[in-house]
Antibody, heavy 122, light 110 residues
Framework: QVQLVQSGAEVKKPGASVKISCKAS????????IYWIRQAPGQGLECMGR????????NFAQKFQGRVTMTRDTSTTTVYMELSSLRSEDTAEYYC???????????????WGQGTLVTVSS | QSVLTQPPSASGTPGQRVTISCSGS????????VNWYQQFPGTAPKLLIY???QRPSGVPDRFSGSKSGTSASLAISGLQSEDEAVYFC???????????FGGGTMLAVL
């Protein structure tokens, strides 16, 4: 079965970086883009960007340009998201999410990782 | 502030039908399909409706989706206590070049 299993919770100081992993299994790794979406406590969902596991190409939301890096390791079918220059507003649950498409190429997020809580506090 | 607008809360009694709205614009809902997610406290969102009106396997047919113009709706009929959750709408925005979400609607079953 399709699974996205993320690394554990992190506590970081302002200005530091955090790197979260997301191991994919149960489907052809190369065939589906992976997005990173975050959710601040009690808030809505925010899309950070995506990685194409096939070639490693990335696209980021303008808000995160220059602060976010997304990579993948094809040998372990794992994707990574690193966010730098952390500030308190980055405290959130971070999810890796698989992008699927229907027969008419209309897109949606079908499988979500369990989430990784990142707390930024001095 | 979310680009898609949802009411922060909704409620109904068991057996009732409730609808949750999601308002957008010509660059998102009007041009693209809408997806809905259900989220219980402390868990990841789960896909509920995709491509505006399609249900993934395992989702009861009590849940249905629709859209008209720049707005979309999620309807839940035969409301049950286990439907208490937060519901989010999502769509691709052609201007922002980004997936956008509603702020979420917390559904209470009274």
């Amino acid at each position: 079965q399709v699974q996205l299993v993320q690394s554990g919770a992190e506590v970081k100081k302002p200005g530091a970086s955090v790197k979260i992993s997301c191991k994919a299994s149960g489907y052809p790794f190369y065939n589906y883009f992976i997005y990173w979406i975050r959710q601040a406590p009690g808030q809505g969902l925010e899309c950070m960007g995506r990685i194409n596991p096939s070639g490693g190409g990335t696209n980021f939301a303008q808000k995160f340009q220059g602060r976010v890096t997304m990579t993948r390791d094809t040998s372990t079918t794992t994707v990574y998201m690193e966010l730098s220059s952390l500030r308190s507003e980055d405290t959130a649950e971070y999810y890796c999410v698989r992008l699927a498409a229907d027969f008419w190429n209309r897109f949606y997020f079908d499988y979500w990782g369990q989430g990784t809580l990142v707390t930024v506090s001095s | 502030q979310s680009v898609l607008t949802q009411p922060p809360s909704a409620s109904g009694t068991p057996g009732q039908r409730v609808t949750i709205s999601c308002s957008g614009s010509s660059s998102n809902i009007e041009r693209n399909t809408v997806n809905w997610y259900q989220q219980f406290p402390g868990t990841a969102p789960k896909l509920l409706i995709y491509s505006t009106d399609q249900r993934p396997s395992g989702v009861p047919d009590r849940f249905s989706g629709s859209k008209s113009g720049t707005s979309a709706s999620l309807a839940i009929s035969g409301l049950q206590s286990e439907d208490e959750a937060v519901y989010f709408c999502a769509a691709w925005d052609d201007t922002l070049n980004l997936w956008i979400f509603g702020g979420g609607t917390m559904l209470a079953v009274l």
